[in-house]
């Protein structure tokens, strides 16, 4: 995705801890999200960041610095079924999404 | 099912012909989002509806891709002469005035 940097892959042990980083271009920037993407099935909502600072939904927290162009996902109490793609999306004019190539999360026991 | 559906889930066709997929948002959804995903990438913005205007088309949109949402309910996307760099997964999300875009499950597309 143009623009919006994320790892491509991490790996983290079940009921761990896990933080996943995307930078993105401040200009025109409206929000942030976090998708979830299992193989082979739609994008599912996880978060969405307008204001600097932390939202708290659960095991899963999102962070968010206008300034710095940085957002993060923070995932607690890893389970298997955590397994799946992780998409950072950068809305714009329109509420347009700008999709980051996604990090790949792998959960092992 | 009160989500976005998409038919058809899967579309196999020869280099050269031509593909319709549908949309039907979430009702009274008055946005409406065509993407287009390949393996290992994530989502890329293709157009955009709000009601029945089409608001936005990306530079990835050739002349070949059209889409259409005539009454301002389901949309079409339809790829003329298909290539084989067409094969992809479209999907397609729709939002209420808020922010939030709910996907669909997706048109599986292989061109051979």
């Known amino acids: 995705g143009q623009n919006i940097d994320q790892p491509t892959e991490m790996t983290a042990t079940e009921g761990a801890i896990v933080q996943i980083n995307c930078t993105y271009q401040?200009?025109?920037?409206?929000?942030l999200f976090w998708y979830q993407q299992h193989a082979g099935e739609a994008p599912t909502f996880l978060s969405y960041?307008?204001?600097?600072g932390l939202e708290e939904k659960g095991r899963f927290s999102s962070f968010l610095s206008r300034s710095k162009g940085y957002s993060y996902l923070l995932l607690k109490e890893l389970q298997m079924k955590d397994s799946a793609s992780y998409l950072c999306a950068r809305e714009g004019a329109g509420n347009m999404l700008t999709f980051g190539g996604g990090t790949r999360l792998m959960v092992k026991p | 099912d009160t989500g976005v559906s998409q038919d058809p889930r899967h579309k196999i066709t020869k280099r050269g012909q031509n593909v319709t997929f549908r949309c039907d948002p979430i009702s009274e959804h008055n946005r409406l989002y065509w993407y287009r995903q390949t393996l290992g990438q994530g989502p890329e913005f293709l157009t955009y509806f709000q009601n029945e205007a089409q608001l936005e088309k990306s530079r990835l949109l050739s002349d070949r891709f059209s889409a259409e949402r005539p009454k301002g309910s389901f949309s079409t996307l339809e790829i003329q002469r298909t290539e084989q760099g067409d094969s992809a997964m479209y999907l397609c999300?729709?939002?209420?005035?808020?922010?939030?875009?709910?996907f669909g499950p997706g048109t599986r597309l292989t061109v051979l």
């Open positions: 999300a729709s939002s209420p005035r808020s922010n939030e875009q709910f």
């Open positions: 401040t200009s025109g920037f409206n929000g």
């Open positions: 960041n307008v204001l600097d």
